[in-house]
């Protein structure tokens, strides 16, 4: 193919899909590389009547598309949105990784969710990030090798939505997958940055995964035509002889063979702990913000419970009359979030090991209570966390969490939705690469030091424990019990700060998705108040600091997929900062 040719293909991939009700003229976008990119790209709200898919990536978005034209339903869509990210976009989630799911049933008027996080091997132990002076290794030392791979868990979080809630065959579901991994597809500008600027150490050290993208000694380029024929095979297997492949099979030898046999940091996992993994369906947490009902994932998510209560600290305020350049509303959400990361770090984690107050955190008494600190004047510093109900000391946690996340949002014909976060935690997860995909880092996620001052962190390691996340899939429904919204984003701990922001746009300041995810960022994690970089928000830098905050000014690199449900159309939005697409008819 010629050079001309093959930027003529790049340029079709990344143009933003067209409006179907309404056409629009398509619009040739630059990409962004998201962790080093600055501002945001314009891009137009997609409309449709019938069903939409949003994702992180054009062929991933054309693929959930395909499925919901031929009758599939919104897991359906998912699940071949997930294959073909763990293709196209593997830096950022795959089958090596875990997620957390939401479904709506629209007829059922039910809303469920599914847990494919990743589990702890059965023979770890609290202290297996400590250094021989009982210290945590520093968090970039534990990442890369096969000590910190948990069991992947996003196919049988999918597999076990399917079996309730899938409508065509489990094998078609594959088609497209495969068809890209042995054939091609080409590398966006994103991936070509990411693999170059060696984000993840691990890419360069590991052979397996060093040979697949930097073929011949040269990274991947932009443009460059990328086949993985082995990724292609594993999906055939899984198509045909589904999960159990992956967790008993052939598959699964393969996994446990590269992490205990890592040159780097060899792991613990082993072929029990793959047959053994379960994905779970739990209740979802909902609580009240205005007239709306907000849902999310329970723990060990910390996203759902932590945006409930940066939205209902803020109840008191009148939002609706101020906007995103305003110094007051940067000031309130950023005080909200303070209190809400506090109690995050020092409650939330696996509720199979440790009691999380859940309902006491987002208990409307409670929230007043915490809202009555936030002083309008004036930032409070590094918040405290509060006592709940039902609360048990704890040790407050700091572990890290990176950005390389990816958020499908999808609404079938029948109205039933899917808001599905999926990770292979840091870019390029571990950076071991087993027969064509990636496997996870998610045992960062923990505490790496299993104690403070003496008192165990919650979050601390330990056999068979889903790690902590932020990650925040989340709907929002009308009082009448009709869905309004499916939201979520990657970004690592400041996913909660994106996905509340772009609420409160949608539901108090009434725009539309794409204008909502395309505002500038304000985020707090109880630190410093960190503003978008090369946006209006700069602006209120000394404003801010004259109320005593500390004030950072860096990107904020958000993937923030939405589908508004209004008047009887879905109004779909896709972040510029990223390369995904909205798509519906």
């Given amino acids: 193919m010629s050079n001309s040719a093959i930027k003529g293909l790049i340029s079709l991939l990344l143009i933003s899909s067209s409006v179907l009700v309404a056409a629009q003229p398509a619009e040739k976008r630059e990409d962004r590389e998201p962790e080093a990119a600055t501002g945001v790209l314009k891009k137009q709200t997609i409309v449709a009547?019938?069903?939409?898919?949003?994702?992180?990536?054009?062929?991933?978005?054309?693929?959930?598309?395909?499925?919901?034209?031929?009758?599939?339903?919104?897991?359906?869509?998912?699940?071949?949105?997930?294959?073909?990210?763990?293709?196209?976009?593997?830096?950022?989630?795959?089958?090596?990784?875990?997620?957390?799911m939401l479904h709506w049933d629209k007829k059922q008027k039910t809303l469920t969710t599914f847990d494919g996080r990743e589990t702890a091997p059965a023979l770890s132990t609290t202290d297996m990030f400590?250094?021989?002076?009982?210290?945590?290794?520093?968090?970039?030392?534990?990442?890369?090798?096969?000590?910190?791979?948990?069991?992947?868990?996003?196919?049988?979080?999918?597999k076990k939505a399917h079996d309730k809630y899938g409508k065509l065959p489990w094998a078609l579901l594959f088609a497209d997958a495969i068809t890209l991994a042995e054939e091609g597809f080409i590398v966006s500008p994103r991936l070509e940055k990411l693999v170059a600027m060696e984000f993840n150490p691990g890419i360069t050290k590991l052979p397996t995964i060093k040979n697949y993208f930097f073929p011949n000694g040269e990274a991947i380029k932009a443009g460059q035509l990328l086949k993985n024929k082995k990724l292609a095979a594993v999906y055939r297997s899984i198509a045909a002889q589904g999960v159990d492949v992956f967790y008993q099979g052939w598959v699964a030898k393969k996994i446990v063979a590269a992490v205990q046999n890592s040159t780097i940091a060899p792991g613990r996992l082993t072929l029990a702990d793959m047959k053994n993994y379960q994905a779970k369906e739990l209740p979802?947490?909902?609580?009240?913000?205005?007239?709306?009902?907000?849902?999310?994932?329970?723990?060990?998510?910390?996203?759902?419970?932590?945006i409930i209560q940066i939205l209902g600290q803020l109840e008191r305020f009148d939002i609706a009359k101020m906007s995103i350049a305003d110094t007051q509303f940067t000031h309130l959400f950023s005080q909200s979030?303070?209190?809400?990361?506090?109690?995050?770090?020092?409650?939330?984690?696996?509720?199979?090991?440790?009691s999380v107050?859940?309902?006491?955190?987002?208990?409307?008494?409670?929230?007043?209570?915490?809202?009555?600190?936030?002083?309008?004047?004036?930032?409070?510093?590094?918040a405290t966390a509060g006592i709940p109900k039902g609360a048990v000391a704890q040790a407050d946690d700091n572990a890290l969490?990176?950005?390389?996340?990816?958020?499908?949002?999808?609404?079938?014909?029948?109205?039933?939705?899917?808001?599905?976060?999926?990770?292979?935690?840091?870019?390029?997860?571990?950076?071991?690469?087993?027969?064509?995909?990636?496997?996870?880092?998610?045992?960062?996620?923990?505490?790496?030091?299993?104690?403070?001052?003496?008192?165990?962190?919650?979050?601390?390691?330990?056999p068979g424990k889903r790690p902590?996340?932020?990650?925040?899939?989340?709907?929002?429904?009308?009082?009448?019990?009709?869905?309004?919204?499916?939201?979520?984003?990657?970004?690592?701990?400041?996913?909660?700060?994106?996905?509340?922001?772009?609420?409160?746009?949608?539901?108090d300041w009434q725009l539309d998705p794409q204008s909502a995810i395309s505002l500038p960022?304000?985020?707090?994690?109880?630190?410093?108040?960190?503003?978008?970089?090369?946006?209006?928000?700069?602006?209120?830098?000394?404003?801010?600091?004259?109320?005593?905050h500390k004030v950072m000014v860096r990107d904020l690199n958000s993937g923030i997929h939405a589908i508004e449900i209004s008047n009887g159309y879905l109004r779909g939005g896709a972040d510029p900062r990223r390369e995904g697409k909205a798509i519906g008819y």
């Avoid at 994702?55 to 997930?82: E, R």
């Fill in 284 to 306: 979802a947490i909902c609580g009240a913000y205005r007239q709306y009902q907000v849902c999310g994932m329970a723990p060990p998510s910390s996203g759902g419970l932590a």
């Fill in 357 to 382: 107050p859940t309902q006491g955190l987002i208990d409307k008494q409670y929230l007043a209570q915490r809202s009555r600190l936030i002083d309008l004047d004036k930032d409070m510093g590094i």
């Fill in 130 to 158: 400590l250094d021989k002076n009982g210290k945590a290794v520093s968090w970039i030392n534990a990442v890369v090798g096969g000590r910190s791979v948990g069991v992947p868990g996003v196919l049988a979080g999918l």
């Fill in 468 to 507: 902590r996340s932020s990650m925040a899939p989340m709907m929002v429904f009308n009082q009448d019990d009709s869905l309004k919204l499916v939201v979520g984003s990657p970004g690592g701990s400041r996913i909660i700060n994106y996905v509340a922001q772009a609420m409160i746009a949608i539901l």
């Fill in 337 to 354: 979030s303070r209190l809400a990361f506090a109690d995050r770090n020092r409650y939330v984690a696996d509720s199979s090991f440790v």
């Fill in 401 to 462: 969490e990176l950005p390389s996340t990816s958020h499908i949002s999808i609404v079938d014909q029948e109205g039933n939705a899917v808001s599905m976060t999926t990770s292979v935690e840091m870019g390029f997860g571990s950076a071991l690469m087993v027969e064509g995909f990636i496997l996870n880092n998610q045992l960062t996620d923990f505490s790496l030091d299993p104690k403070r001052n003496g008192q165990w962190v919650a979050n601390r390691l330990e």
């Fill in 49 to 100: 009547k019938h069903a939409m898919v949003a994702t992180a990536n054009p062929y991933a978005s054309d693929a959930g598309y395909k499925i919901l034209k031929q009758g599939g339903s919104a897991v359906d869509a998912a699940i071949a949105v997930q294959l073909v990210l763990t293709l196209v976009e593997p830096q950022s989630s795959g089958i090596g990784g875990g997620a957390f």
């Fill in 521 to 548: 960022h304000i985020t707090n994690r109880n630190k410093v108040t960190t503003l978008e970089k090369g946006t209006e928000l700069v602006e209120l830098k000394s404003a801010l600091e004259a109320k005593g």
